[in-house]
């Protein structure tokens, strides 16, 4: 064997910005160029290792013993700088410390507990279209429904009423734009960290809690000695970050993709018991959540590549989720496909605990909308807007055609 053919070949570079602006606004073009380029490609402007095909991305999420998270889930690694916020027991741990807050919230946000929302939350919904259906055929769909419909559900849900709840966006769009690097998007936001973090933290006291949401039972799960009274407000904290941009920019992407497909909405509305589907199917055409790292325990080989002991790995769940070794005609958003797979919500041990509640805030709206409701269609330019993690909007303006 010739000494060429036993050296590794060279991993392709890509000296792109995937947290640019540009980038940001319209991911899909590097995506496809990342993917293209080999199962691993070296970020040279971030000196970081990157996967954006679903086979790695999905392997690597499973694999948490090379892969960790403790370190951080962002470009910032722990083990060398000081995290913006104590880091959180869920996301941010691996086992056996990562082990007892997550069971603890997973019987918490499990289906059978949230037996109890639906009809609320059904209730809340149909409402809600109605008022704004009654004021008239033509609205913001992003403010007046995809964000609205989560802040009006979700911080009763957790125990923290209504009062200060305009800090909840704000404080995800902090959370989710610290996962990348200190760009503008970040320095943009770094006057409100102080204030922002001590309302959110106020919020995860017990006292600040009802006694019977989601929060309180984090409390009780500590009484019963299932968690330590310490951890139970960062477990709290979880909720507060990671449930409500979330939701919002998932029935955004939703809403977005109806106007945008008419044929798919009628299908919907045939089989409204297709919400949840839809939902998902929303979820891995925009994702979200675009990007998390992880950092390898150890040299690490993936397909042939060596990524070190100790460096960040950027996995591309935008990407993975439209790869077409994975997805026939993966940019189409398609109610006929079975979407499940998708590591729109990661994959594994983190993957989001919290993906019952969200399913089920948009099956309330999706179903509510949908028997209200013949056609939507954008009546202008939909905005996004940008954050370092989450595939974002500003904007949704569109007109329903009331169903007769
Ligand atoms: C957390 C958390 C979990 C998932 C996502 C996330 C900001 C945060 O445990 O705080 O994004």
Not at 41 to 62: F, I, K, M, P, T
Not at 327 to 351: C, E, K
Request: glycine share 6%; aromatic share 8%; charged share 25%.
């Amino acid at each position: 064997m010739s000494a060429t053919a036993e050296r590794a070949p060279a991993v392709p570079v890509c000296d792109a910005d995937p947290f640019s602006p540009p980038v940001l606004d319209k991911p899909e073009e590097l995506h496809h160029v990342l993917r293209a380029a080999g199962p691993v490609v070296y970020l040279s402007r971030y000196d970081v290792h990157a996967l954006a095909r679903y086979e790695e991305v999905h392997a690597a999420l499973v694999d948490w013993q090379h892969f960790e998270s403790g370190a951080g889930v962002g470009l910032a690694d722990f083990r060398h700088e000081e995290p913006w916020r104590p880091p959180s027991l869920l996301l941010e741990a691996d086992p056996p410390r990562h082990d007892a807050p997550r069971r603890v919230l997973r019987d918490i946000l499990a289906p059978p507990a949230l037996r109890r929302l639906r009809e609320t939350w059904q209730a809340a919904a149909e409402e809600m279209v109605d008022q704004v259906l009654g004021r008239g055929r033509e609205f913001d769909a992003f403010t007046q429904l995809a964000s609205a419909f989560p802040l009006r559900v979700f911080p009763d849900a957790v125990g923290i009423g209504s009062e200060g709840q305009e800090n909840l966006l704000p404080y995800g769009n902090m959370a989710f734009n610290a996962f990348g690097p200190v760009n503008d998007l970040v320095k943009a936001d770094a006057h409100r960290v102080a204030e922002l973090s001590a309302w959110v933290n106020g919020r995860c006291a017990r006292e600040a809690l009802t006694e019977d949401g989601f929060g309180a039972r984090i409390w009780a799960a500590a009484d019963r000695g299932d968690l330590t009274h310490a951890q139970a407000p960062l477990v709290v904290r979880s909720l507060l970050t990671a449930g409500v941009d979330t939701t919002v920019h998932g029935l955004a992407a939703c809403l977005y993709a109806f106007a945008t497909h008419p044929e798919q909405w009628q299908r919907l509305r045939e089989r409204p018991e297709s919400a949840r589907v839809a939902f998902d199917e929303a979820v891995r055409w925009q994702s979200p959540v675009q990007t998390f790292f992880r950092t390898a325990t150890t040299d690490v080989s993936v397909s042939g590549t060596v990524i070190p002991e100790g460096t960040k790995i950027l996995m591309f769940l935008g990407a993975a989720n439209r790869d077409p070794a994975r997805w026939a005609d993966p940019d189409r958003f398609d109610l006929a496909r079975d979407p499940s797979g998708h590591v729109g919500f990661g994959m594994g041990i983190h993957q989001c605990i919290g993906q019952h509640v969200a399913r089920l805030e948009a099956e309330a709206l999706l179903t509510a909308l949908a028997r209200r409701v013949d056609r939507i269609e954008l009546t202008g330019a939909p905005r996004r807007h940008l954050n370092n993690t989450l595939r974002s909007w500003a904007s949704l303006p569109v007109r329903v055609h009331p169903a007769t």
